[in-house]
Structures are given as structure tokens and as C-alpha cells.
């Protein structure tokens, strides 16, 4: 690894079953999941059932997914009503498997399944798959993990790679903000947990989401869908397709999505933390020759969201002297937030927030099927405007009055992949993956403090009661980075006999990360004749310019044995070792005595990642999938928010942590129970800790005592012990005003244990463990349509998706409270 760095100046297969697709109407299919997680469930399938076939079966669906093979269960209904049980077959790799041939972990959600229970974006989806992890106080400051990992939890820092990567239709979306997005028009979303770099594009140490959207079709159909619920809640969808020639067809998407917010902002009498997104996409499938064919695509989502700020949820004693602390402090400025129980969800605010996002791009696809294999070409081009506005002291006091971290990011992307069979035991994958990206400051970002700053930042020196020292004092940075990848990438399957199989994978990744920053600081007193108050100045809002280039090379793999005991029961164990790359810290550095930037802390050592997995994949009966997986994963210089005594202040960075290890075990399990029931249960316990973590940060209570801890043994943030999901659905015929269809009810049930909700655990900081009950109840006609009114946390739970510390270290802290009971009724029709 080569470093660079110089100053300029001193100044988140085998899942799922723990989603359900049910079936839309009685000639539609419900698709069902399969996975690995921990739960106890008896599933009763008749026996009948279990050993008589329709006389007609209809025939299996195959579908291709351009980056690894997963295959659905599905349950289909034949003329005459009968349920049986089929299978979608995907072949990426020349070769049709079934989900239990397939020794890789992942989850698969239906798309019906996600318009049915309201899972429009990738925050939904934690509730379904416990294996999932989704925060998010703003779109930038989202991370999605899987098993513990993917993302540092804290403030995002732009020079760091995402350890889950998110794809929709083969091209990766590099900023975590994606993962905000509505879904638009989705097929399916395939959940991959584990290593993934031999079968992507761009390394995935922790794993990948896999969005799929509905393909142009040259059979003409349109879909509409609308929903109206409390809270001013309002979601229109729609989506046609259709050819345009013998040999082309379009397909046009539209999603639009509008919610009052759930906060209510005392000082400016108006709800914020609110939804408005619109989001379109368009396809164009051109078949050229029977062989070969092109795929344009573009989208473009634009949100407009009145948010998003915490709320005050408590103050915790810290170590610092009694008038540094909040109850001193907040006393000396005569305030009272409007609650400190942030289930009231009321604040004050007296900054402006906003969360706007523009998201867009284009790909082309083409896939040429040859006499000896499969080519596939995926050219891609992605853009991100953020423009956010923030509240970062969270209180209605004029402290630090603006907070905008701007960011203009482009990407281009090219993946070459070819996929044949050797002989008629032997097929492999190969792929050729290219990647840029530039990330700027658009056009600047700034921060500033305001009137009441020096009695709260100063609280306790002798500078505290000059307001003027802090007034208006303004950072305003500059940032613009560069990143540039590469890869080789390829697996190989042997079928040695019937029963084992052999695939080995490898990967050679090079990177390239580069990074401009610089900081300067205005306003505030005048202290260019004292340089001591400069100093103090300066160590609010620090001024610094540093530039960085680095590099880095290696090669990883993988190799799993599959072994086939007996015909309905399927293994498989994984070894594997991969690198999450190199990193930068783009968002400025801890300075030394002179106020110079510690260089040394510009850049960030690669994860070294070992992984072990074992699974067992068992259908009992017909109907019924029980799977069963445990793993464990090692983290060399786990990418990590810090602080560093050596650096003499309090500021998180990225730096490494030695050690990291997460392990657990995970089942899931899906049935369909006579002809009017289908259930599912999934759960997953996971054990993250740090092994080895001696220059962590200081916990909330922690604050002004040393600035750096070692918490060594202590839990990884954000990752509950145990998480578990279950839930089915009830159908029986039936007629609604003359039309025949299905009558149904279902209802899904998630739960999270306890989670550290602190890069170092604080007392203060745990989220408690909280259930979810969501459910459903209506009809689908036969003729193409639904009616159902909805409820999710239909039981309205008080819970926290995260807390916080609050600003400056004062003991204040603060929460994101989860969404309230909402509801509503949706109208889908398909004609």
C-alpha cells in the first residue's frame, strides 16, 4: 500500500424465508423466500398434500439475475385452485439451480410482498430480515449493515467504502443516501449475506443488496396504485409497458410519495421529519437479434423532505467539571427544551432543516448469448446532489446555528462478465469491473455558531461570558476526492459427483483514493492581535488544509464444498478471505499542539475479513423449507470511528480498530399449510464485539475524562443479539360486489433485542429491545385488482431506531424516536 499524504497548510442462498410474497390473486404466484437465522415453529402440511400433485402443474418461470444465482420457492395456483409448489430457476452462471442447491446465504422479497406491506424503501426491510441493520438520521448519515457489518455506525464519512453494496439491475450505487429511496416498480430484492466479491462487481465484504426492477415486456399491461393514509399520507405508483416494434419494448415507472411529519417544531408552528419524494424510471429493451439484445435505462428521484432533526430524549452525568455540564449551562441561558421525552415528539429547533436529495443515471445492458457461453456488459453513470440544512444542537437555542455538509458526487462504472459451461461438469463466471467517482463540496460546507455558543462551548473557562468571541464564527470547507477502482473477478463450479460440488472464486482488487480538504474559518471576535483567543476559536471550528493519495492492491477468494446427502437435504461450508479497501478521512483531522493536522491520521488501513460459514438446507415435506446456517467473521483493522489522546481533542475520526469478530447462527423457515394459510419464521442470533479496541472514543458519560478508552470485549453498536420475524396470511374464495377473487388477512410480527446505540457502549446510549405487528386485511379479485387497508406498528410501540449524544459533550442526549401507528387503505390494479 502506497501513502501520499502531505499538508498545505497549518490553518449492509439461503434467506428469507422470512418474506412471504403472497399470492395477488388465485392465478398468481406467491414466491417465498429462503434463508438461514434462531426460532422454534411447528408447521403442519396435510399429508395429502404432502404426496399428491395437481393433475396439472404449471410450468416453472426462469429468470436470470445478471450477478449470482438465487432461486425463489414458489407457490403457484393451477386452474383449479389447487396449491403447488414450484420453482423459479435462475441461471447466471449456464447453469439452472433450485434456492436449496444454492450454498450461499440469501434473503429474497417479493415485490408483491413489498406493496402489500408498505415496505417502500430499504429502512422497511430490517423489519423482515433480522439479519439486516438499517440507521439513518439524514440520507448521507444512513449506513446498512448485515450481520453487524458494513458501515462504521456514526456520522458518514465520505472516504470510506460501503461494506454492503447496493445494486438495482447490476449497476452499484455507491452513497449510502440510495438507500433511501422509494422503491420503484421492484420485481424482487435479493439479500446476500457474507463475502461477495468473486461474483460482483465492486468488493462487498459484508454483503449486498440486489434490487431488481420489472423488465419492458412486449405483452401491453399497466399497473396503478394508490394509497391514502393517516398523517396526511399519500403514495401513488404507476407503471406501463408495452412494445413499440416487433423488436422493442418500453416500460415507464412512476412513484410518488407524501407524508406530514411526525415532529411537531414549537418555534415555528409547522410538523417536520416529513416525506415528499418523486421518483420515475424508464426502459427500453431493444432484442436485435435473437441472441443479443440492449437495455436502456434512466432514472431520476428527487426528495424534498421538511427534516431531519433528533429530539431531546435525557441528560446523562458526565466527568466534567458540575458548570460544564448541561443542567449548569442550559440554567445560565434561562432554557427548557419543550420535552425531554422524545416520545412527545415536539422540539424547537430555530435552524432550518432540510434533507434534499437529487438522485439520477443511466445505464446500458447488453447481454449476447454466444455458441460457448453468456456475455454481459453493464455501462453505468450515477449522480447525487445533497443539499441538506441541519439543527446539530438540537435545542431552540442559537449555538451552532448552521450545519451544511454539501456534496456533489459523480460515478461511471463498467463491468464485463461472461458465463459458460467447460464441460458438463465444470461452469465458472468471470468479470472485469471498472469504477470512478468524484465527490465534491457543492459549492461549499458550512458551519457556524451563533449567540449563545460561548456559554455553552465555553461554560466553565474564563471566556465564557464573551458572547462575541464565538458569534458568527464560520467554517467553510472545501472537499474534493477522487476514487478509482478496479477488478478481476471469476468463480468456478465442479460438479466432482452427484452429490459434491466445488467452487472456488478469486478476486484481484486494485484502489486509488485521493482527497483535497480545506477548512477556513471567519467571523466571530476579531483576534488577529491574540493569538491565545485564536487558539480558542480554533478549537471550535478548527482551520486546516491537508491533502492525501493513496493506493492499495490484493487478492482475495473464497471456496465452498456443497454436499447432497440425501435428495431433500443440502450443505455447504465457505471459507473465505477478502479486504475492504483503503480509506480516507475526508471531513478534516485532529490537530497537534501547533494546530497542524495529524497526517498520519489522513488515511485508513484496509479490513482484512475472514469468514466461515456453514449451512444445511432441508424441504421435510413438499411444502415446508426449514434452513439452518452459522458463521463467524474476523476483522483485522476494523474501519472505525476514534479519537486519539496524542491528537489532545474530542473529535470522532476513522482510524482502525486491531480486532473485530461477529459469529451467530441463523434459521428460517416457510410452509404453506393446506390450501388457505402460508407462514414464515426467521430469526438470527449474532454475537459483534471488538476483540481487540484501544484507542476508542470516550462514552457519553465518559466526556472529560480521557479522550480515548479501551474497550476491548465490548459489543459492536447497532447489532442486536437476537432478532427474529414472523408472520403468514389467510385466503379463502369468495365474492366482493359481484367480482370473485380471494378474501385475506395477514399480519407480520418483527423483534429486535437491546442494542448499543454508541461507538463506545454508554449506559445511557442502549436502545431497548421493542416487537412490530404490522397488518392487513382485503380482497383480490380475479380480475386484476386489490383493496386492503393496512396498519404498521399497528399496537403504536414506543421505540427508538437510535440515540445520540447531543452537541459538545454536555451530558445532553438525543433520540430518533420510530414511526407512530400508521394506517390507510391501498387500491392495485393490474390490467
Do not use: C
Amino acid at each position: 500500500m502506497k501513502n501520499h499524504s502531505k499538508p498545505l497548510s497549518s490553518a449492509a442462498p439461503d434467506a428469507a424465508q422470512a418474506v412471504l410474497p403472497f399470492p395477488r390473486n388465485p392465478r398468481r404466484r406467491l414466491t417465498l423466500g429462503s434463508a438461514a437465522s434462531i426460532a422454534l415453529i411447528y408447521l403442519a402440511t396435510p399429508a395429502q398434500a404432502q404426496t399428491e400433485a395437481p393433475a396439472q402443474a404449471p410450468a416453472a418461470a426462469t429468470v436470470e439475475i445478471a450477478q449470482t444465482e438465487v432461486a425463489q420457492t414458489q407457490i403457484a395456483i393451477n386452474s383449479d385452485g389447487a396449491a403447488v409448489l414450484d420453482e423459479v430457476q435462475v441461471t447466471a452462471r449456464r447453469k439452472t439451480e433450485s434456492v436449496q442447491k444454492v450454498p450461499i446465504a440469501v434473503s429474497v422479497v417479493n415485490g408483491d410482498f413489498l406493496n402489500q406491506t408498505g415496505a417502500f424503501n430499504v429502512n422497511r426491510l430490517k423489519e423482515v430480515l433480522p439479519s439486516v441493520q438499517f440507521y439513518s438520521t439524514n440520507p448521507r448519515n444512513s449506513s446498512l449493515n448485515i450481520r453487524g457489518l458494513g458501515a462504521p455506525y456514526g456520522l458518514t464519512n465520505d472516504g470510506i467504502e460501503q461494506g454492503v453494496g447496493l445494486y438495482i439491475d447490476g449497476v452499484y450505487y455507491a452513497r449510502p443516501a440510495a438507500a433511501t429511496l422509494d422503491f420503484v416498480d421492484v420485481d424482487q430484492i435479493e439479500v446476500l449475506r457474507g463475502p461477495q466479491g468473486t461474483l460482483y462487481g465492486k468488493n462487498t465484504t459484508a454483503g449486498a443488496v440486489n434490487v431488481v426492477t420489472k423488465k419492458p415486456s412486449f405483452t401491453p399491461a399497466t399497473t396503478v396504485e394508490l394509497s391514502y393514509g393517516n398523517y396526511g399520507y399519500i403514495q401513488g405508483k404507476a407503471s406501463l409497458t408495452g412494445p413499440l416494434t416487433d423488436d422493442i419494448a418500453a416500460r415507464i415507472s412512476f412513484s410518488g410519495t407524501q407524508r406530514d411529519g411526525f415532529v411537531y417544531n414549537v418555534a415555528t408552528e409547522d410538523d417536520i421529519n416529513d416525506i415528499s419524494n418523486l421518483g420515475v424510471r424508464g426502459q427500453i429493451l431493444y432484442n436485435i437479434f435473437d441472441n443479443l439484445s440492449l437495455t436502456l435505462a434512466g432514472d431520476w428521484t428527487r426528495q424534498r423532505p421538511e427534516g431531519y432533526t433528533q429530539l431531546v430524549a435525557g441528560v446523562a452525568p458526565t466527568l466534567r467539571a458540575a458548570n460544564r455540564q448541561y443542567a449548569a449551562i442550559a440554567a445560565s441561558l434561562n432554557y427548557t427544551p419543550p420535552s425531554f421525552n422524545a416520545f412527545d415528539r415536539v422540539t424547537d429547533v430555530d435552524s432550518p432543516v432540510r434533507s434534499y436529495q437529487d438522485l439520477g443515471g443511466g445505464s446500458v445492458t447488453a447481454d449476447w448469448s454466444t455458441g460457448v457461453g453468456k456475455f454481459t456488459s453493464i455501462t453505468a453513470y450515477r449522480i447525487w446532489d445533497w443539499d441538506p440544512s441541519n439543527d446539530r444542537d438540537f435545542v431552540g437555542l442559537p449555538v451552532n446555528t448552521v450545519s451544511a455538509a454539501t456534496s456533489y458526487q459523480k460515478q461511471w462504472s463498467q463491468e464485463f462478465r461472461f458465463a459458460a459451461d467447460i464441460t458438463e461438469d465444470i461452469n465458472f463466471v468471470v468479470g472485469l469491473f471498472g469504477f470512478h467517482q468524484t465527490i465534491q463540496s457543492n459549492p461549499l460546507q458550512t458551519t457556524a455558531l451563533g449567540s449563545a455558543a460561548s456559554r455553552w462551548l465555553l461554560a466553565g473557562t474564563a471566556n465564557a461570558g464573551n458572547s462575541a468571541l464565538l458569534d458568527g464564527l464560520t467554517q467553510r470547507v472545501t472537499v474534493d476526492s477522487l476514487f478509482d477502482s478496479a477488478a478481476l473477478f471469476g468463480q468456478l463450479e465442479w460438479t466432482v459427483t452427484d452429490q459434491i460440488r466445488v467452487l472456488p472464486g478469486i478476486r484481484l482488487n486494485y484502489d486509488r483514493k485521493k482527497v483535497d480538504y480545506d477548512a477556513r474559518v471567519t467571523g466571530g471576535q476579531d483576534t488577529s492581535t491574540n493569538p491565545t483567543l485564536r487558539a480558542v476559536q480554533l478549537a471550535q471550528l478548527p482551520e486546516q488544509a491537508y491533502a492525501a493519495d493513496i493506493d492499495d492492491t490484493n487478492v482475495s477468494g473464497q471456496i465452498t464444498l456443497a454436499y447432497t446427502p440425501i435428495g431433500n437435504v443440502d450443505t455447504y461450508a465457505t471459507y473465505s478471505r477478502s479486504f475492504k479497501t483503503v480509506g480516507l478521512n475526508t471531513a478534516g483531522l485532529p490537530t497537534d499542539a501547533n494546530n497542524a493536522p495529524v497526517l498520519s491520521l489522513a488515511t485508513v488501513e484496509p479490513e482484512e475479513v475472514t469468514h466461515y460459514e456453514i449451512g444445511i438446507k432441508t424441504q421435510p415435506y413438499r411444502r415446508v423449507t426449514l434452513n439452518l446456517s452459522l458463521f463467524n467473521t474476523d476483522i483485522k483493522n476494523f474501519q472505525a470511528q476514534v479519537n486519539n489522546n496524542a491528537a489532545g481533542v474530542a473529535r470522532g475520526y476513522l482510524a482502525n480498530a486491531d480486532k473485530v469478530r461477529v459469529r451467530g447462527i441463523e434459521f428460517d423457515s416457510n410452509a404453506r399449510i393446506g390450501e388457505h394459510a402460508s407462514v414464515y419464521a426467521s430469526a438470527a442470533y449474532t454475537d459483534a464485539k471488538y476483540r481487540r479496541f484501544t484507542d476508542a472514543p470516550a462514552s457519553l458519560e465518559g466526556t472529560g475524562g480521557p479522550a480515548a478508552v479501551d474497550i476491548s470485549g465490548r459489543r459492536l453498536p447497532g447489532v442486536s443479539k437476537f432478532a427474529t420475524s414472523f408472520g403468514g396470511e389467510l385466503f379463502t374464495a369468495g365474492s366482493l360486489l359481484g367480482r370473485e377473487g380471494d378474501f385475506f388477512t395477514g399480519i407480520d410480527f418483527s423483534y429486535r433485542s437491546k442494542f448499543s446505540s454508541s461507538a463506545t457502549p454508554s449506559a445511557f446510549l442502549n436502545v431497548d429491545g421493542y416487537e412490530l405487528v404490522n397488518g392487513r386485511i382485503g380482497f383480490r379479485s380475479t380480475q386484476g385488482w386489490d383493496l386492503f387497508v393496512w396498519s404498521r406498528n399497528l399496537f403504536d410501540k414506543n421505540y427508538y431506531e437510535l440515540l445520540s449524544p447531543g452537541f459538545a459533550g454536555t451530558g445532553l442526549f438525543v433520540g430518533q424516536p420510530g414511526d407512530p401507528r400508521t394506517f390507510g387503505v391501498t387500491f392495485r390494479s393490474e390490467f
